[in-house]
């Protein structure tokens, strides 16, 4: 095997929530950009640091009498999240971190609102989508999208006199039962 040194990442994602999901498909239709940006959806803003993709696919073994190691595999579980952190207060961002309120904007303002509800609400769910430009070839482009994910971690923004306000942000991924069976939860692609 050939080390390929172009093929390590170097550099930052944006971050963009509402974009149109392709046709869903074994493999799927990919979804479009142009120079990083997707034809639709709202791009969440300024960040801070890392901004991380993990999958985790969660395994039981099966055990047997007759062998002290497990004898087979199955999958139990599928996990797809999304972190990073909010640097930009923009609506977008703060929705993003935001889940389960009113939230209001007239031009004079931009508000949010919450408190008790008495029913059953429903959760935002959206896509989520990253583009990160490739280091060795800036036309390139290495894109993540989760077709239906949920903020999943609660608000925490700081005021502080030295340092600007951020917010962690979490998705969590679901699998869009909408789309074809193995093409559910997300699609990732490196441009060559």
């Not at 050939?2 to 550099?11: E, K, L, Q, Y």
């Not at 142009?34 to 890392?50: C, H, K, S, Y």
Request: glycine share 8%; net charge neutral; hydrophobic share 40%.
């Amino acid at each position: 095997m050939a080390f390929t040194p172009n093929r390590i990442h170097v550099g930052p994602a944006r971050l963009f929530v509402g974009v149109t999901a392709p046709a869903s498909g074994a493999p799927p239709t990919f979804v479009a950009h142009t120079a990083g940006v997707p034809a639709t959806g709202t791009e969440i803003g300024l960040t801070n640091g890392d901004t991380v993709f993990t999958y985790e696919a969660t395994k039981s073994e099966i055990q047997a009498e007759q062998y002290y190691a497990g004898v087979d595999v199955f999958l139990t579980q599928e996990k797809a999240k999304i972190t990073f952190t909010a640097q930009e207060a923009t609506v977008v961002a703060l929705r993003a971190a935001f889940d389960n309120i009113g939230q209001f904007t007239d031009g004079t303002k931009e508000a949010f609102y919450a408190g008790s509800g008495s029913g059953a609400f429903a959760c935002l769910k959206q896509t989520v989508m990253l583009t990160a430009r490739q280091r060795v070839n800036p036309a390139k482009y290495i894109v993540i999208m989760m077709y239906l994910a949920y903020p999943s971690k609660g608000m925490n923004f700081p005021f502080s006199r030295t340092k600007p306000g951020m917010s962690p942000v979490e998705f969590s991924g679901l699998a869009d039962v909408t789309r074809t069976a193995g093409d559910a939860i997300f699609q990732w692609y490196w441009e060559l």
